[in-house]
């Protein structure tokens, strides 16, 4: 699709030829700037607003943090429960952005995919959180191939969860007693951004993705609980 820029007046102007309605040729015209080089650029701007359908980003360009964004938005938060819109949260912003936001969303394949799982699974995380990542992603990327469209495939649908070998009993685990303790603390005094994560998670147990994934909503200061 071509459009023009033309001067009326002192107002440069642009406009491109829309789809048919009622089988009735429709032209767009809008104000494109006081100088040709505006109006040219207001055109451009003007024909991939329209092609996209009214979307402010090119599909086949968009990264993956800015596409889980965009889901969130048009899909989690209106047709999930709110428990589930936190859980899907969390993933999204203590797994998935930072190691996989920086990839183009088309550019993302099953080899991608394995080693970020793969890495997952070396760190120690658990097979539960490992299947509800992949279940996130695969929900992601079922929707960015339908209803919109944006990739031909889902690329995570081939990707392998990791064999545990280990049982949770199997697994040598040690009480670091106080002493060790305090010497970790000298580490990270209470005016270090570390201290709090490690306090949290030597009083809860919680696991490291979990402490960090934590927002003022999981914690009521009344019950002196974490939610």
């Known amino acids: 699709m071509e459009g023009h820029v033309r001067k009326r007046g002192e107002k440069w102007y642009y406009s491109f030829e829309a789809s048919s309605v009622d089988g009735k040729r429709k032209r767009i015209e809008r104000v494109g700037g006081r100088t040709k080089k505006e109006a040219e650029a207001a055109l451009r701007k003007a024909l991939q607003a329209y092609n996209n359908a009214g979307l402010h980003f090119e599909p ?7 596409y889980m964004d965009y889901w969130f938005k048009n899909y989690v938060l209106l047709n999930c ?41 070396i760190t120690g995380l658990s097979r539960h959180s490992l299947i509800n990542i992949i279940s996130v992603l695969n929900g992601a990327f079922d929707y960015a191939v339908y209803p919109a469209q944006f990739i031909e495939d889902n690329p995570i649908r081939y990707v392998k969860l990791p064999r545990y070998e280990h049982t949770k ?3 040598d685990r040690r009480v670091i007693p106080d002493d060790e303790f305090d010497q970790i603390l000298e580490h990270f005094p209470a005016d270090t951004p570390y201290y709090i994560p490690i306090m949290i998670g030597y009083h809860t147990g919680c696991r490291i993705s979990e402490v960090m994934g934590l927002t003022w909503e999981d914690i009521d200061l009344d019950k002196v609980s974490l939610a």
């Open 81 to 121: 429960r709110h428990n589930t819109q936190q859980a899907y949260d969390v993933i999204i912003r203590v797994h998935t952005k930072p190691q996989l936001g920086i990839y183009k969303l088309r550019s993302l394949t099953p080899a991608i995919l394995q080693e970020f799982i793969n890495g997952k699974f």
């Open 60 to 66: 086949s360009e968009i990264s993956t943090s800015d």
């Open 169 to 171: 009993g199997e697994i």
